[in-house]
Nanobody, 124 residues
């Protein structure tokens, strides 16, 4: 099992930047695919980005490509989401998630471990 704790959310003006961090517990962090999801009020939780166990070949939702970057440091049990050129539509609660199954990394249902969420609010 892994426990996840996010930090770094907040309020920022449109065009600004924020960096979210997530730290995982335990010695098996490097065996999990790690992802960031977000959920806006009244909407379903959606995938933002994920990164494989080794940190290579990250994938992004079309809505954030070119603006967000996911990275991980297995030595520190951390995964980060750098968010640049933020837009009001990026406002949501952002969740760190971990997956160990062989199922698709694009499917929310495959992620068995979740953090508590971090609020990101982008003002216009």
């Amino acid at each position: 099992q892994v426990q996840l704790v996010e930090s770094g959310g907040g309020l920022v003006q449109a065009g600004g930047s924020l960096r979210l961090s997530c730290v995982g517990s335990g010695r098996t962090f490097s065996t999990y695919t790690m992802a960031w999801f977000r959920q806006a009020p009244g909407q379903e939780r959606e995938l933002v980005a994920f990164v494989s166990t080794g940190g290579g070949s990250p994938s992004y939702a079309d809505s954030v490509k070119g603006r967000f970057a996911i990275s991980r440091d297995n030595a520190k049990n951390t995964v980060a989401l750098q968010m640049n050129s933020l837009k009001p539509e990026d406002t949501a609660v952002y969740y760190c998630a971990a997956k160990r199954s062989s199922g698709s990394s694009y499917r929310r249902e495959e992620y068995g471990y979740w953090g508590q969420g971090a609020q990101v609010t982008v003002s216009s």
